[in-house]
């Protein structure tokens, strides 16, 4: 006997007497007639004498529309997570050293809302060699193809030397051991000048995410120099006057105060993109509670979810997305080849919120006779083993989307104990929709990806 497959969603085509399903486990749609409708909601009633003789019964299970009565799909789901993630483990598949790499908790910036420690300072020399070692030893492992860094702060524009100093070390590891390099950066703009960007591409540095609060009286009232000073005049013009192959990626903190300038923001940036050429986009980023803002006294207004879903909506990204395709980690958090090392050399796991906390850390780069990389990396698996799936999520285990999300963030999920749906599973009609627009058929049904 068969049954439907939990992760099916059916919506109707508007104007039409024609359904789309689509499964969100195998990334697949298919159009139904009335009459196909009707035989595929009677399937899992039907004898199977009798659907051997419907031609699309073979179709609905190679789409994962109908599935064997007896599959448990959500340990299926759960041991193709584990298989991707043992895969790497087990050294079966090679994969990107991933790193995230705070070269100083200082900033010239004090927003209000920003969720780090401001103790200042740059990477010292001696956490700079631990950790050119410990790259080192894990390039030699043989286990890795590539080496992604991203430079990451305070702001990490404060400290070129430091950039300078690594990246030309990476850069020589890499030739070494035969493996790609790439590095993006995570940065206020404010010193995102031509030079500095001749200087960061020269360090294979592709890409750029530089945050602004909205147009220019909304975000120098959260992005402003410690004296108060205005910043958004000079992060624009930086933007507008720089000639660059990289990609940057306007980040808009949607807050109360940054939501009405979302539209008029965009359409300066993407005016600035046709005026010189050069790869910009903005993208919206909802802004959230943290413990470090708060503790200083952050009065910023935090938007709610229906408000962050009106401007996806209205910047037409949730089919861009791609939130609802099927995914084998919640977020990068869950991946044991990719980590955080802030300025003082702790070792997290790849998440910047999470890693302002020193207790979280699974080790230092430093504490090289504390059983060293190897030692670090079993912790980084132990925690990334525990953000994989929710397996204490009733809710999540029950749900058509837990392919698409797999819980979440894990960090909030374990810090609260219970799942936060995703803000951008708002939209399935749209997507299914969207997707039989912009695919062509596969057979009898669509793949979407």
Known sequence: MLKHSQFNHLVQIPGEEVWALCNFRRSSIIKLSPAQKKIFDLAPFL?????????????????????????????????????????????????????????????????????????????????????????????????HDHLGVEWFGGEPLLAPDIIDELSTQFMSLAERF?????????????????????????????????????????????????DGSPTFERII????????????????????????????????????????????RCSPARMHRNAASTARGDTTEIITRDQYEQT??????????????????????????EMYIDDLGNIYPHCSTYSVDPTRAVGNVLDEDAGGPDAWLTRIEEAARSYRFPSDQQKCLACKYLPCCLGGCPIDRILTGEAQCPAELFDPDGFVLSSLERHSEDGNFIKTK
């Open 312 to 337: 996806l909506t209205r910047a037409d990204l949730p089919a861009k997305m791609k939130v609802f395709y099927p995914r084998l980690f919640p977020c990068v958090a869950a991946l044991a080849n």
């Open 237 to 280: 013009e930086n933007l507008r006057s720089i000639r660059t192959s990289m990609f940057v990626n306007v980040r808009n903190n949607l807050h109360v105060g940054s939501l009405d300038n979302f539209d008029e923001l965009c359409e300066t940036i993407e005016a600035i993109a046709k005026e010189n050429g050069t790869n910009i």
């Open 47 to 143: 004898h199977e004498d009798v659907l051997k003789d419907v031609p699309l019964v073979h179709v609905w299970e190679e789409g994962g529309f109908l599935v064997d009565e007896n599959l448990d799909e959500v340990a299926q789901l759960r041991a193709s997570v584990e298989q991707y993630h043992h895969e790497f483990s087990s050294g079966a598949q090679k994969r990107s050293l991933e790193l995230v790499v705070a070269v100083t908790s200082a900033c010239n910036f004090a927003c209000p809302y920003c969720f780090q420690d401001r103790r200042g300072g740059p990477m010292a020399p001696e956490v700079r060699s631990a950790l050119v070692r410990f790259v080192e030893r894990r390039l030699a492992s043989g286990k």
């Open 178 to 226: 035969g493996v790609g390099y790439s590095a993006m950066i995570h940065t206020n703009g404010y010193l995102l000048d031509q030079p500095m960007v001749d200087f960061l591409e020269a360090r294979a540095v592709k890409a750029a995410i530089v945050p602004l609060d909205g147009m220019a009286e909304a975000h120098n009232k959260t992005r402003h120099l410690h």
